[in-house]
């Protein structure tokens, strides 16, 4: 019996250094030069599932990328506590270009704001431009009692306790934006009901069912819902109307002036990324910007193509941290 | 044209060369994806949406959905040979699938999986395109008070799943749900047992676990059982018998049926499909002392359900643009990167998409039959490889595919951590299958409780509103009891103890 268990421990042993091996294999090796950069393949960590609608802006983005930069250009999905997880690891990534993490609102904005003992700040990455943005957009069921924007500020003004609502993320853009909103409107926050769900999906679901009353979901997700007729579109937030609802008043127009909580598309490098870095993503993002294709299937999923330069959107992230910074003072951390 | 012409037209577009072809790829990577634990439909799935882009739409859609359905046909091999559940859904099936195995009937497991999983698919879709707008409605009535009902019944499960003692079978319970805590609190966003750790923050992940507690605990026992491989004695047969069909017939058209009703419910994991369908078979049968221990109900069943809950997901998705779970959320995605809208509309806007999409299944699932039953024959002579050969071939398989859910070293650390658990349990006859039924259902059943709590202000009255979520309790409740009291006159009847918990 005994060398039998022996033979066993042995392969066992050898083939866990062999899968050890693989794993480095697997992991980065190797410096490049600066000038031919980028001179090996590029990994973008997603800090969200796969399919979400984060990941799949990335993913598109990031096929146009593949050409421009003739390196693979490949996905990591890394999800977790609202994408702080993998941000949070991103830190100590090795700031030579071929990690990258995809830069939504949320991890380095809101969730920053509502756990300010996080280990970065939201100046901590290297940001290197965006793509694309995409509103959130105010939505009640189809067939209830609120069926504009008025009915919902009324309900809200007048009756806040019995007004439900429903969110994608604890302490994400899909609050925060809620949370806005009470802002705005002087209703106390702890007032209307909220539920709170695992993402955008069932957060929008739940209002096409008829559960809560209202949801700031994020256009990609409403989208089909709204097509379908079972959700109602009421304010969209933007300074100026977004193309795929026309129809929807903005924000500005119900008296809500200071209800910018557009999401957007960008890509940020770790701490310290050396600038050769910056402007190559810089050049690529504003190449593949022209391409009417990839206009054409962002906009599919509710993403309007809008090149931003690392220096705005830097100043966007600021903007949006000082703004949830200022609601977590006013009602709370989340 | 009628529904039937549509489909008859649908099917002439999904059968030319191109998208059978098409329907090929994909079921073929579903296969693949299915049967190497970690990478789950959901990624896999998502990996290919880009590559889809370029192909007319049809055939894009046709290639994503053969993924998802492949995967569910793929991830019961390696559960029935290997105790290696490849998809969460599958964990079910390794339950008595495993079991089966170590008997040497190994093949008749996996010929029943197959026979199963193409059964419960045809019947799907044909409830897809007769039954669709009749029961979406049911998809849009559960809310967070219904599916936390729902969940009740699900859970009550364990006490069947138990084994012989029912302390041991709660402690594993117990465990599962306390496991389940650790990690952002669903509500507020705190960490709960996460020590301050950021890793933990994300929660423990399924797979790790489930992977650690049943492949690396296998690697364990077998290593410390001195046993030469997983069935020592010649394989006779490698094809299930004429009366084990016949015991098959009746789980796989419950489970067809129960995997696509509940496939509708938003929010509800294709996994509790398979426990629940695996414990209507415990409850009906008039042995049920076989469960757990080679019964084939126990692998057509959870195998026919997580393959129809595919067809039933996509219900929702077909009529009212609602996708009921990440996989399904993929889906959408494929329909709308080319500018298509699942949805009521999809019918009357797409028709040149839609039908040939639905008709595609049916080729799918022939496909995946035709490729899944011969293979049968080769797959299951895996029970009789030496474990010094086929040990460290599952610990690195096991190692690769945890590794590539998020390529995060921490995922490895938990998968081990699990795996001394997992043995440390099967050593004291602690069950593995309640603690793993727990994981599934307590995300689901907190978060879907404290939502209920939230729309009634902090009160459990709440439940009064919902006569489809009180009704949903009652049943509970009553399942709980005559499983207690079934329980209760096992012990006294004082049968030989020779149940041995898996």
Partial sequence: MLPIRSA??????????????????????????????????????????????????????VDSLKERFRQPVTIANKEGAGGV????????????????????????????????????????????????????????????????????????????????????????PATFSTLALFDALGVDASAPKRVTFNGDGPAANAVAGGHVDFSAVNVSTALPLIKAGKIRPLIVSGTEPFPLLPETPIASAVGLDDFILDNWLGFMAPPKTPEHVVQAWESALTEIAKDPDLTAKLRNIGMVTQRISAQELTDMVKRRFDTSAALVAKFGPQ | MDTFGQLLHGLAIALTPENILWAFLGALVGTLIGVLPGLGPTAGMALLVPLSVGLEPASAVIMIAAIYYGAMYGGSTTAILMNVPGEVSSVVTALDGYAMARQGRGGAALAIAAIGSFVAGLLSIILLVVLAPLVAPLALSFGPLELCALTALALVAAVNLAGRSLARGLLSCGLGLLIAMIGSDPVTGEGRFTFGSVELLAGVNFIPVVVGLFAISEILMASASGAASIYEGRLSRLYPSRSELRQSAGPIARGSLLGFFLGLVPGLSPAAASFTAYDVERRISPSPERFGKGAI?????????????????????????????????????????HGITPGPLIFSEHPDVAWPFIASMF????????????????WARIVSVPYAVILPVILVVSFIGVYSVNSRPFDLVVMLVFGFLGYGMRRAHIPLAPMVLALVIAPIIESSFRQSLSLGGGSVLVFRQSPLALGLLAVAVILLWTGLRSRRREATSD???LEEDF
Avoid at chain 1, 17 to 30: E, H, N, Q, W
Avoid at chain 1, 118 to 146: C, H, N, Q
Avoid at chain 2, 305 to 321: C, D, E, F, H, I
């Fill in chain 2, 363 to 378: 080729v799918g699932n022939v496909i995946l039959v035709l490729l899944n039953l011969p293979l049968v024959r080769i």
């Fill in chain 2, 297 to 337: 109900e126990g692998v057509a069943s959870p195998e026919a359900a997580n393959n129809s809950a595919v067809g039933g997901g996509l219900v929702p998705l077909l009529t009212l643009g609602i996708p009921t779970s990440p996989t399904i959320a993929v889906l959408l995605g494929a329909f709308l990167v």
């Fill in chain 1, 85 to 172: 997880t993998a941000t949070t690891e991103f830190l100590s990534a090795k700031p030579d270009g071929y990690t990258i993490e995809a830069l939504i609102s949320g991890p380095t904005t809101e969730a920053l704001a509502a756990n300010p003992s996080l280990p970065y700040k939201w100046d901590s990455f290297t940001v290197l431009g965006g793509i694309a943005i995409s509103p959130r957009v105010i939505v009640a069921p189809a067939e209830g009692r609120i069926r504009s924007a008025e009915d919902l500020i009324k309900n809200l003004k007048g009756s806040p306790s019995t007004v439900t609502w429903s969110t994608g993320s604890p302490q994400g």
């Fill in chain 2, 495 to 497: 049968r030989p103890a």
């Fill in chain 1, 8 to 61: 066993n421990l042995k392969i066992t042993a050898a083939l866990l250094v062999t899968a050890s091996l693989t794993l480095t294999a697997c992991g980065r090796s190797g410096e490049s030069a600066e000038s031919a950069y980028p001179a090996k393949s590029i990994e973008v960590v997603v800090p969200f599932s796969a399919g979400g609608f984060t990941d799949s802006g990335a993913r598109l983005v």
